[in-house]
């Protein structure tokens, strides 16, 4: 069973910074796009970026593009989400979610069958 696992979230000044990690297990990242979603109380989910070995260009919504950076650590089978510049438009709960075989962006927006997902994570940013 895939299973996700989402940590680095907390409380931080505007202009701050936080790392996300969302950490991979019963599953290896060599098959899967990893996404990271972010939904703000009374706001629809948000795809915020996508990660897959199968491509050498990851997702960024535009929204964040430029301020955050996804990377991977294979050998812990872990994704990260680097959030810097960080704003209170950015607060959200974050969470992590796996597609099978790689990241599908349609008309500029993240999509496809993200059908596992992590228990999510607080993102708070003071102005």
């Known amino acids: 069973q895939v299973q996700l696992v989402e940590s680095g979230g907390g409380l931080v000044q505007a202009g701050g910074s936080l790392r996300l990690s969302c950490k991979a297990s019963e599953f290896t990242l060599d098959y899967y796009g990893i996404g990271w979603f972010r939904q703000a109380q009374g706001k629809e989910r948000e795809g915020v970026s996508c990660?897959?070995?199968?491509?050498?260009?990851?997702y960024y919504a535009d929204s964040v593009k430029g301020r955050f950076t996804i990377s991977a650590d294979h050998a812990k089978n872990t994704v990260y989400l680097q959030m810097n510049s960080l704003k209170p438009e950015d607060s959200a709960v974050y969470y992590c979610?796996?597609?099978?075989?790689?990241?599908?962006?349609?008309?500029?927006?993240?999509?496809?069958?993200?059908?596992?997902w992590g228990q999510g994570t607080q993102v708070t940013v003071s102005s």
């Open positions: 979610a796996a597609e099978p075989y790689d990241c599908t962006v349609v008309n500029g927006q993240l999509e496809g069958s993200f059908d596992s």
């Open positions: 990660f897959s070995y199968r491509n050498d260009s990851p």
